[in-house]
């Protein structure tokens, strides 16, 4: 079973800045299967990014992925208001589809 | 509009057993891999498992919390999803959600989720 880690656990910024989240797997993994979301309190999360760079739809491309092997990340370019959330990463290519355990990004 | 609307959430005895529901529409149901992911109170989110279309054999995959209480299970001519939960245990409380994998390509990222329903185990 693949292991995800994210760090960090809580990053505070200012709107405007740049963002840098990254998650490590235990091993590793196809890069075809590693996807981010968004997630606030009282909504659904949302899909960011799959298959480790390529947005989904409706996403602004402030978001982005990047990454191989064990180690991916997601940046956000400059901080909006509203992408201050809690962070995700997913491996989806086997069983069990693993989360991380999120990074909060929280307003400084 | 792809819609997933979960249903049958509440409060449950330790021990006792609950069915979820996930109403879907605006997709091919038929034609879609479908998942259940929880999140406990203060937690991050959390897979419970996966059921292939019935052209890929109807398996189900488990995560290791909840293997041996629970079952995933579909009915493709109600387009709706469940997951019944055995043993329930106190750890079980959270919000789950169903969501679903692109009908085209397989395995994939969920790009549609529903709005989730709580489940809280407590006596």
């Known amino acids: 079973e693949i292991v995800l880690t994210q760090s960090p656990g809580t990053l505070s910024l200012s709107p405007g800045e740049r963002a840098t989240l990254s998650c490590r797997a235990s091993?590793?993994?196809?890069?075809?299967?590693v996807a981010w979301y968004q997630h606030k309190p009282g909504q659904a999360p949302r899909l960011l990014i799959f298959?480790?760079?390529n947005r989904a739809t409706g996403i602004p491309d402030r978001f982005s992925g990047s990454g191989s092997g064990t180690d991916f990340t997601l940046t956000i370019g400059r901080l909006e208001p509203e992408d201050f959330a809690v962070y995700y990463c997913?491996?989806?290519?086997?069983?069990?589809?693993?989360f991380g355990p999120g990074t909060k990004l929280e307003i400084k | 509009e792809v819609q997933l609307v979960e249903s049958g959430g509440g409060l449950i005895k330790p021990g006792g057993s609950l069915r979820l529901s996930c109403a879907a529409s605006?997709?091919?149901?038929?034609?879609?891999?479908m998942s259940w992911v929880r999140q406990a109170p203060g937690k991050g989110l959390e897979w419970v498992g996966l059921?292939?279309?019935?052209?890929?054999?109807?398996?189900?995959d488990y995560g290791a919390p909840v293997k041996g209480r629970v079952t995933i299970s579909r009915d493709d001519s109600k387009a709706t999803l469940y997951l019944q939960m055995n043993s329930l245990k106190i750890e079980d409380t959270a919000v789950y959600y169903c969501?679903?994998?692109?009908?085209?390509?397989?395995?994939?990222?969920?790009?549609?989720w529903g709005q989730g329903t709580p489940v809280i185990v407590s006596s």
């Open positions: 298959g480790t760079s």
């Open positions: 605006g997709f091919s149901f038929t034609d879609a891999w």
């Open positions: 091993y590793n993994v196809f890069s075809s299967y």
């Open positions: 997913q491996h989806y290519g086997s069983s069990p589809r693993t």
């Open positions: 969501a679903t994998e692109d009908i085209v390509v397989v395995p994939s990222a969920y790009e549609h």
């Open positions: 059921i292939k279309t019935k052209s890929d054999g109807g398996t189900t």
